[in-house]
């Protein structure tokens, strides 16, 4: 008993530290795409208004254009990891921490039972052993739950480049090839 006691101890410790980690990248992503995005509003308002004089009147047009495209796509590069990877292992590593403590708490009953009167029951071990089983088949349900996410992630992927490989035929054809 005193050694799954152990075990998910150390589980909650590690898992409590990777949570800890993905919330440093999350902000770390967060606070960093708020730079970029001001900065690239600063100099496109730089470039825009300052810099008129001083370019080539046909470079002018593309300058704050180019500066708006980059500024765009790192904010929706940044904000994409964020929403698509960050927060979904963050919330994964919340849920396994709160199952883990839970079933610690529950464990504690078993404990505190063997403790106050120093013998441990058949019904006792039973209890606890079904109590492990319980924990395992909650573990279990994360990762299918995962799983299922994972592959319906892909399937969408595979869907979208199908699009693309369809589109570019009926465009270099002008139908779809059979």
């Keep these: 008993m005193n050694l799954q006691k152990d075990i998910l101890k150390k589980d909650l410790k590690r898992y409590n530290k990777m949570k800890s980690r993905w919330g440093k990248i999350d902000v770390g992503l967060k606070v960093s795409g708020a730079i970029f995005a001001s900065t690239g509003a600063v100099v496109g ?8 004089p001083f370019i080539i009147p046909l470079l002018l ?53 063997v403790r106050e009167d120093h013998v441990i029951t058949l019904e006792e071990i039973n209890g606890f052993h079904k109590l492990l ?12 739950k995962m799983d299922k996410e994972l592959k319906k992630e892909i399937q969408m992927e595979l869907l979208q480049e199908r699009k693309k490989e369809l589109k570019s035929q009926y465009l270099a054809y002008g139908t779809v090839k059979e």
């Design 45 to 52: 308002v730089l470039v825009g208004t300052l810099t008129g």
């Design 61 to 113: 047009p593309s300058m704050p254009i180019i500066v708006g495209v980059i500024t765009a796509s790192e904010t929706l590069i940044t904000s994409g990891l964020v929403i698509g990877v960050t927060s979904k292992k963050k919330s994964f590593y919340r849920e396994k921490c709160k199952i883990i403590q839970s079933y610690l708490d529950k464990m504690y009953l078993y404990f505190e039972r």
């Design 133 to 144: 089983a319980e924990y395992r088949n909650e573990l279990e349900g994360i990762y299918k």
